[in-house]
């Protein structure tokens, strides 16, 4: 078990005890110890009792707790309130934005134990009644509900690939003579993925589907299956699952088929011709055959979405997508300095150790103090000291100066000129205040966007998908604005986040906006999250040149050092 998982177990417990009302002096106290383990870099899996009780801030009543999980598997105490919860309220513990002390309230004064009696409660205007909640904080925990429950079946890109892929590679070891792939929404990286979806060529059909019958993770749907789809559901999520039949010379018009959406397929290329006619009146030997007949390069997976690849490759100007290799640095990362898992010379090593030529370190700044440990300004003179020390003896590898300022809800960043103007770079970010319209997140946007200290702009709309929307904002302002005013762009790839959205990477391009693959890493390994990021990036047609970090150390200093002597002249 790793550290993140104990400290989920804890929190888990810590909200059971709310609920159930026990001693509010020990709930205090596994929260403190919460707060500390969250920062400890050992693993807690392998120290003692003796050891986890010497670790600041955590007691022996939390030290026996972890020391309870190592030596049985579980904690006895949180099974115990687990049996006396009922699974609708668990469920509730999940909602953002409501905590476990309204989830309480809404349990035990309103006799409410699932999310649909919740939503009942709500529409007949119930719940905004109760004291602590409000007619808008109602309406909030409905639209939660009602997003939560669209999203139910869907999975995040990241873990939809990691299945697809160990799937595909389970059959290609057991049926070595099938031509098999990922296809669908799930090759063309889509950031949600509805179902996981393979195509075999095969001449033993029977075969295959009998293996896949019969495989531990999968429940078979005889209903939904038919001559040449197998259809199901994977066990855990009941995420649905489709693979599609075809004989060996029919895979790779069926390949092209099923990976492009209906607009890339029935788009007119030449003369009235799209893929669907190619692909009625042709059998393709390979994918890349399609666009030959159609006199077009090759357009890659990704891409195949119906909105600019077929105008650009008609006018030869196809992006030549960017690669991992290309990339040489990782900008916007947390260490133990605020809320990240990992010391700054562990992330630095571990960033150095990976083939990178720099690190942007930018932890959370002042407003985030409560919630993420952000750095007030004697902390961050002395974060500078440790980072002019590392730089001298990590060299040539460098570690930048930065910080991911809060935006206000003016919009201003939240420390004075002369602070800022202490960093090499500035991640201007949204953190609170998300119920803004569109206008008035737009204009706070712009605002922070204009600070001639803003080098990035972090995370644009703040979502977590599957989880919460993001806030409402003009996208093609915001991304003028960064075009006007020189600001780069994060994708924050986080498969949380994948946020700039891959529908206005194009856009940004076309505006001359830079944009930055940024993993917003708060331990070590998630530097691994660049993946999908880069992923986000190639989707909207971005190339190395338009990619910021993908500059060399040198490109990279003497942007942010162009940047900071603007900003300090403009103030002049």
Request: net charge negative; hydrophobic share 35%; aromatic share 8%.
């Amino acid at each position: 078990m790793d550290n993140n998982t104990f400290v989920k177990t804890l929190s888990f417990y810590v909200d059971l005890m709310t609920l159930h009302e026990e001693n509010e002096f020990k709930i205090k106290g596994y929260n403190n110890a919460i707060f500390n383990l969250e920062r400890f870099n050992e693993s807690l899996a392998e120290t003692s009792l003796e050891e986890l009780e010497k670790i600041s801030g955590v007691g022996k009543s939390t030290a026996k707790a972890i020391d309870e999980i190592n030596s049985s598997g579980q904690l006895q105490g949180l099974e115990v309130l687990k049996e006396q919860t009922p699974d609708g309220v668990i469920d509730m513990l999940s909602i953002k934005g409501i905590g476990a002390k309204k989830v309480k309230l809404i349990w035990k004064e309103l006799h409410i134990t699932d999310t649909a009696g919740l939503l009942e409660c709500i529409e007949k205007g119930e719940l905004s009644k109760v004291k602590g909640f409000g007619e808008k904080t109602a309406q909030n925990i409905k639209e939660t509900l009602l997003y939560l429950e669209a999203n139910k079946y869907k999975l995040h890109y990241s873990v939809a690939e990691a299945f697809g892929n160990t799937l595909a590679d389970q059959l290609r070891q057991k049926f070595p003579s099938a031509l098999i792939d990922v296809t669908g929404e799930l090759r063309r990286k889509l950031e949600i993925i509805n179902e996981v979806k393979l195509i075999i060529g095969t001449d033993d059909k029977s075969a295959i589907e009998s293996y896949l019958i019969n495989h531990e993770l999968l429940i078979h749907r005889i209903e939904k299956s038919g001559p040449f789809n197998w259809r199901g559901i994977i066990k855990e999520g009941a995420i649905p699952i489709a693979i599609r039949f075809c004989k060996k010379e029919e895979f790779h018009n069926v390949l092209i088929q099923t990976t492009g959406s209906i607009l890339h397929l029935s788009q007119a290329v030449k003369e009235g011709l799209n893929l669907n006619k190619i692909l009625k009146e042709h059998k393709l030997v390979s994918e890349s055959q399609a666009y030959e007949l159609l006199k077009t390069p090759y357009i890659d997976p990704e891409l195949r979405e119906g909105q600019f690849e077929w105008q650009a490759a008609k006018d030869n100007k196809l992006p030549k997508l960017v690669e991992m290799s290309d990339l040489k640095g990782v900008l916007h990362n947390h260490s133990t300095w605020s809320d990240g898992k990992h010391s700054l010379r562990q992330m630095a090593e571990k960033c150095r150790d990976l083939g990178y030529e720099y690190l942007g370190i930018s932890d959370h700044s002042k407003s985030a103090f409560y919630y993420a440990n952000g750095l007030f300004e004697d902390r961050i003179e002395k974060q500078h000291e440790e980072i002019d020390q590392l730089n001298t003896e990590l060299a040539p590898f460098k570690i930048f100066k930065g910080i991911e300022s809060d935006i206000l809800t003016d919009g201003k960043l939240d420390y004075d000129d002369d602070v800022l103007a202490s960093f090499d770079f500035i991640v201007a970010s949204i953190h609170s205040g998300l119920n803004m319209d569109i206008i008035k997140a737009t204009e706070r946007l712009v605002t922070a966007i204009a600070n001639p200290f803003t080098t990035m702009l972090g995370h644009p709309t703040g979502r977590l998908l599957l989880k919460r929307k993001g806030y409402p904002i003009d996208h093609k302002t915001v991304i003028d604005a960064c075009a006007k005013y020189g600001v780069i762009i994060e994708i924050n790839a986080n498969p949380w986040r994948l946020d700039l959205d891959w529908r206005w990477v194009h856009y940004a391009i076309e505006q001359g906006v830079k944009l930055s693959v940024n993993p917003d890493a708060h331990k070590m390994e998630s530097y691994a999250d660049m993946y999908y990021g880069l992923c986000v990036g190639r989707k909207g047609g971005l190339t190395k040149e338009m990619t910021f970090n993908s500059f060399s150390l040198k490109e990279v200093s003497t942007h942010f050092q162009e940047r900071k002597e603007l900003a300090s002249n403009t103030l002049k």
